[in-house]
């Protein structure tokens, strides 16, 4: 069970991070490279487990994750023309990226546990 919470974020964010290197491809014919070297660290991660790496990955993608849930509510209060097909987008973005936060946050409690667990295991002379 320990391992799902460690490793089920980590293949969501790299999921979502190939997402985004295809919708800038297919809309704007730009390759996205900040979201392909995302991929490369967390598949580092995924098989060379650092606690301190991990919990500053844990840190930046729920930072990333409110950005992208508050970032789709402003484009939706900003559009001229709200559709139900605007609508429609918001709540796939907010679905998308609230299972985001959700899964943000349970990564960085686990490796907050992991390090906690680390430092009263440890003895100092």
């Known amino acids: ?27 704007l014919g730009v390759i996205n ?14 098989f060379h487990n650092q606690k301190h790496i991990g919990l ?19 484009v939706y209060t900003d559009t001229v023309n709200q559709t139900s097909g605007s609508f429609r987008f918001l709540i796939i973005k907010s679905v998308l990226f609230g299972v985001a936060l959700l899964t943000a946050v349970i990564y960085l409690w686990h490796y907050i546990l992991l390090l906690k667990k680390q430092n009263t295991t440890t003895t100092s002379v």
Do not use: D, N
């Open 56 to 74: 500053l990955y844990g840190i930046a993608m729920t930072a990333f994750s409110i950005y992208k849930l508050v970032e789709a509510m402003m």
């Open 33 to 46: 490279y900040p979201a392909i070297a995302i991929i490369v660290l967390l598949l580092v991660q995924v």
């Open 1 to 27: 069970m320990k391992k799902i919470f460690r490793i089920v974020p980590t293949i969501y964010f790299i999921f979502l991070a190939a997402f985004l290197v295809a919708e800038y491809y297919m809309s």
